[in-house]
């Protein structure tokens, strides 16, 4: 029968492989907006989002999927940033500990309280050493840091907390009381701090509730009959911008090729690391950029899982990096590195990094063995970091600031505001920032603030594990049973309970390669959130991939239902799993073993 099954047969071998995008087509429509973002990280949404609750005219473009780049390969925190103290980021820390008490309260589907524990092995290490770093922001030698400074540390930490504060305070414990919790640290550990901070398990799901409440913004108000192209809020995936010609910012389609240009008012380059090459294709080439790439690792390690005790274990190696271990669901991610990124080179996780993360498990649990056989998937990504020249990147600040530059784009002057760093914790606040500065040039109020605002599936998010049994219970039906329905209230959030309505509308099949995958589902995905490609589904709209769970079969049962829907023939098939199966092996480290010849 083939690899399309019954689906797809109608496709004839020479169509298009791919169906008309709406979205893309909504732009082409009306080639213009007040705003056009570029760059469909979290930040270039988080704008978005701003925008579209202010009533901005605005469009945004991403050349690759959401989240694709920096935003989906983090390290799954939002934390307010200890390390920075040292040195002297008050502000960014400020911020920082209250965005992150803020998106625990506006996206608890996706942001949780995670408790963090450093193992601490000296009492006075690293007091030469900080001062220096303090007044400098990048000399002094890496050095592990001592209970002392780990101390006065936590305790402004705390201080920063103290308005809103959603968790505890710190509290440090001898080495007695600490192997009682953590029996696995080593026999010469002297102390351990506890604190919290928080992680965001889905970050790519995360960034689309953004996304989709800003597109929903964008239709408030307006008339039911309004067409795609009429919405104030019009994104797309897979439309990169190339170059900037008479008539305004050229947009290539990456799936077709089609191109069209477009203009806008003022143009937001969210892009990240490639900040300065995106302001290179419109034509001002800037030095902005100066980005460090950061490792990871994940784990099926049931022992270094019982190991964490359901907390992290956040600490400097004995060079002084800062590294963590921490348990998400029943896998462990390690990370991170810190090295200056080639920006030539594709970002992925090498031997030596793994190597490092393997000597680090040992430094923190000397009787927990871990081999590459237990690596279930691996990621690297380049943080969008400001300019360092011999600042080591690890002193780098992570705070951000926004450079602007006016160009003459199809006859007119046009604002170009660029984006310098940012990070996940920091988003909703550095999105307002952009949005104000934007607004300012628009001559336009702010009309609403986001800090409150429930992001998509966090409004009305169960509050406690009792609530969520509950919310499970009242939601399994013949259509979804209890299991399915945890899996949907993980992925959506209250947002499954939409996604449920959609699956009771018709036949729905679960998946034989995976019980949280089904048909209908997937032309959920594809109707609503922007399918460019298989590998889409995987990584970014579940985490099958992050969880070392992509089969063949899957693979091939995913592809061949994304056939009917897109209307992909069996070359085009074939070609998505191939595609798959490579950027799984080249940026991942997963071998699939494809059913293709």
Same mark, same amino acid.
Request: aromatic share 8%; with cysteine; hydrophobic share 40%.
């Given at each position: 029968?083939?690899?399309?099954?019954?689906?797809?047969?109608?496709? @004839?071998?020479?169509?298009?492989?791919?169906?008309?995008?709406?979205?893309?087509?909504?732009?082409?429509?009306?080639?213009?907006?007040?705003?056009?973002?570029?760059?469909?990280?979290?930040?270039?949404?988080?704008?978005?989002?701003?925008?579209?609750? %202010?009533?901005?005219?605005?469009?945004?473009?991403?050349?690759?999927?959401?989240?694709?780049?920096?935003?989906?390969?983090?390290?799954?925190?939002?934390?307010?940033?200890?390390?920075?103290?040292?040195?002297?980021?008050?502000?960014?820390?400020?911020?920082?500990?209250? #965005?992150?008490?803020?998106?625990?309260?506006?996206?608890?589907?996706?942001?949780?309280?995670?408790?963090?524990?450093?193992?601490?092995?000296?009492?006075?290490?690293?007091?030469?050493?900080?001062?220096?770093?303090?007044?400098?922001?990048?000399?002094?030698?890496?050095?592990?840091?001592?209970?002392?400074?780990?101390?006065?540390?936590?305790?402004?930490?705390?201080?920063?907390? $103290?308005?809103?504060?959603?968790?505890?305070?710190?509290?440090?414990?001898?080495?007695?009381?600490?192997?009682?919790?953590?029996?696995?640290?080593?026999?010469?550990?002297?102390?351990?701090?506890?604190?919290?901070?928080?992680?965001?398990?889905?970050?790519?799901?995360?960034?689309?509730?953004?996304?989709?409440?800003?597109?929903?913004?964008?239709?408030?108000?307006?008339?039911?009959?309004?067409?795609?192209?009429?919405?104030?809020?019009?994104?797309?995936?897979?439309?990169?911008?190339?170059?900037?010609?008479?008539?305004?910012?050229?947009?290539?389609?990456?799936?077709?090729?089609?191109?069209?240009?477009?203009?806008?008012?003022?143009?937001?380059?969210?892009?990240?690391?490639? +900040?300065?090459?995106?302001? @290179?294709?419109?034509?001002?080439?800037?030095?902005?950029?100066?980005?460090?790439?950061?490792?990871?690792?994940?784990?099926?390690?049931?022992?270094?899982?019982?190991?964490?005790?359901?907390?992290?274990?956040?600490?400097?190696?004995?060079?002084?990096?800062?590294?963590?271990?921490?348990?998400?669901?029943?896998?462990?991610?390690?990370?991170?590195?810190?090295?200056?990124?080639?920006?030539?080179?594709?970002?992925?996780?090498?031997?030596?990094?793994?190597?490092?993360?393997?000597?680090?498990?040992?430094?923190?649990?000397?009787?927990?063995?871990?081999?590459?056989?237990?690596?279930?998937?691996?990621?690297?990504?380049?943080?969008?970091?400001?300019?360092?020249?011999?600042?080591?990147?690890?002193?780098?600040? $992570?705070?951000?600031?926004?450079?602007?530059?006016? $160009?003459?784009?199809?006859?007119?002057? +046009?604002?170009?505001? @660029?984006?310098?760093?940012?990070?996940?914790?920091?988003?909703?606040?550095?999105?307002?920032?952009?949005?104000?500065?934007?607004?300012?040039?628009?001559?336009?109020?702010?009309?609403?603030?986001?800090?409150?605002?429930?992001?998509?599936?966090?409004?009305?998010?169960?509050?406690?594990?009792?609530?969520?049994?509950?919310?499970?219970? @009242?939601?399994?039906?013949?259509?979804?049973?209890?299991?399915?329905?945890?899996?949907?209230?993980?992925?959506?959030?209250?947002?499954?309970?939409?996604?449920?309505?959609?699956?009771? #509308?018709?036949?729905?099949?679960?998946?034989?390669?995976?019980?949280?995958?089904?048909?209908?589902?997937?032309?959920?995905? +594809?109707?609503?959130?922007?399918?460019?490609?298989?590998?889409?589904?995987?990584?970014?709209?579940?985490?099958?991939?992050?969880?070392?769970?992509?089969?063949?079969?899957?693979?091939?049962?995913?592809?061949?239902?994304?056939?009917?829907?897109?209307?992909?023939?069996?070359?085009?098939?074939? %070609?998505?799993?191939?595609?798959?199966?490579?950027?799984?092996?080249?940026?991942?480290?997963?071998?699939?073993?494809?059913?293709?010849?």
């Amino acid at each position: 029968m083939g690899l399309l099954g019954n689906a797809g047969k109608n496709n @004839s071998a020479d169509q298009n492989p791919t169906v008309v995008r709406a979205k893309v087509e909504a732009l082409k429509e009306r080639p213009r907006a007040s705003v056009l973002i570029i760059g469909g990280g979290i930040n270039g949404v988080g704008t978005f989002r701003d925008l579209a609750l %202010q009533g901005v005219d605005v469009a945004l473009v991403e050349r690759g999927d959401y989240c694709q780049g920096a935003s989906g390969a983090s390290s799954h925190m939002i934390h307010g940033g200890i390390r920075y103290l040292e040195n002297g980021e008050f502000r960014l820390v400020k911020e920082s500990v209250v #965005e992150r008490n803020g998106l625990l309260k506006i996206a608890p589907h996706y942001v949780k309280p995670l408790q963090t524990t450093i193992p601490i092995f000296s009492t006075f290490s690293g007091i030469l050493s900080a001062p220096m770093r303090f007044l400098t922001h990048k000399q002094g030698k890496p050095q592990e840091r001592g209970a002392f400074l780990i101390k006065i540390g936590l305790t402004l930490y705390d201080a920063f907390s $103290r308005d809103g504060g959603t968790v505890p305070r710190h509290d440090f414990k001898g080495r007695k009381k600490a192997l009682a919790e953590l029996p696995q640290l080593p026999s010469n550990l002297k102390y351990a701090a506890t604190y919290y901070d928080a992680s965001v398990h889905n970050p790519e799901r995360l960034t689309l509730d953004v996304l989709q409440d800003g597109e929903k913004a964008g239709l408030a108000g307006a008339a039911q009959s309004v067409t795609a192209a009429d919405a104030k809020a019009r994104a797309t995936n897979y439309l990169s911008a190339t170059a900037v010609t008479d008539d305004g910012v050229e947009l290539t389609d990456q799936l077709t090729g089609e191109t069209f240009t477009f203009k806008a008012d003022v143009i937001v380059n969210t892009t990240g690391a490639w +900040v300065d090459m995106t302001n @290179s294709v419109m034509g001002a080439a800037t030095q902005f950029m100066g980005g460090t790439k950061g490792s990871h690792i994940v784990l099926d390690h049931p022992g270094l899982l019982a190991a964490c005790n359901g907390r992290e274990i956040f600490f400097e190696h004995t060079d002084g990096r800062i590294v963590l271990i921490y348990p998400m669901g029943d896998r462990v991610l390690v990370g991170t590195t810190d090295v200056n990124a080639d920006m030539t080179q594709d970002a992925v996780c090498t031997e030596d990094e793994i190597d490092y993360f393997f000597d680090l498990v040992g430094h923190v649990f000397p009787n927990v063995l871990v081999t590459r056989d237990e690596i279930v998937y691996s990621f690297a990504g380049v943080r969008p970091l400001p300019r360092h020249d011999a600042t080591a990147p690890g002193f780098v600040s $992570r705070d951000y600031r926004i450079e602007r530059a006016d $160009r003459t784009i199809a006859g007119a002057s +046009v604002p170009v505001l @660029s984006l310098v760093g940012g990070k996940w914790t920091t988003f909703r606040a550095l999105s307002e920032h952009m949005t104000n500065d934007v607004l300012a040039i628009l001559g336009t109020p702010r009309k609403t603030s986001t800090a409150k605002l429930p992001i998509g599936g966090g409004v009305n998010f169960p509050a406690t594990n009792a609530g969520i049994e509950a919310w499970i219970s @009242s939601h399994t039906s013949g259509t979804v049973d209890a299991a399915r329905a945890g899996v949907l209230l993980t992925r959506y959030g209250t947002r499954a309970e939409t996604v449920m309505a959609y699956l009771s #509308e018709g036949k729905d099949t679960v998946f034989d390669s995976t019980n949280e995958l089904s048909d209908r589902e997937v032309a959920f995905m +594809v109707e609503n959130e922007q399918i460019g490609h298989l590998i889409d589904v995987m990584i970014r709209r579940t985490s099958l991939a992050f969880r070392g769970l992509v089969t063949s079969e899957l693979l091939a049962e995913t592809a061949a239902v994304l056939a009917g829907l897109l209307g992909w023939n069996e070359a085009k098939v074939e %070609q998505e799993i191939r595609h798959s199966v490579d950027i799984l092996a080249r940026f991942h480290g997963v071998q699939v073993q494809s059913l293709i010849a």
